[in-house]
């Protein structure tokens, strides 16, 4: 199966100044846990509600003055949407992300995977890759 086939499309990307409360309130409204964040027509980075909690309310930062600049996790891992959902996992795991913006060759962005994603359309074959991200993740909770 390819990425194309189980990412969520229709993506909304936000800028690095965007105040982070605004993204919150986005990321609850929507019950997404991540989104991308983009500065002249180009990915720059990721922000996800586990940045907002460690870097800005964990920090005791002025929340209402944070923008996503200030919290965001730098730099772009990304997919091609035309690869298998297998590569992506493996790159989701070689990296130890969740979540993977979706790119076409002409390198725009088409939508966004994450593990859920897989979870919840990939073929069964790929479960036990699956399963070892998320025990791997567990682990850490012990």
Not at 83 to 111: I, S, Y
């Amino acid at each position: 199966m390819l990425v194309k086939e189980a990412m969520t499309g229709e993506v909304r990307w936000y800028s690095p100044d965007t105040p982070i409360q605004e993204v919150a309130r986005v990321m609850r409204d929507e019950g997404i846990g991540c989104v991308p964040i983009g500065e002249n027509d180009r990915l720059v980075g990721m922000i996800t509600d586990r940045d907002i909690t460690c870097r800005g309310v964990a920090a005791g930062e002025r929340l209402d003055a944070l923008t996503c600049r200030a919290v965001m996790s730098p730099g772009i891992f990304f997919c091609f949407e035309d690869q298998t959902l297998e590569q992506a996992l493996g790159q989701m795991q070689e990296r130890q992300v969740h979540h993977l913006p979706v790119l076409n060759r002409q390198k725009r962005m088409t939508g966004l995977i994450s593990l859920g994603d897989i979870a919840l359309k990939g073929e069964s074959s790929i479960l036990a890759p699956l399963a070892k991200i998320a025990a791997r993740d567990a682990e850490r909770h012990l």
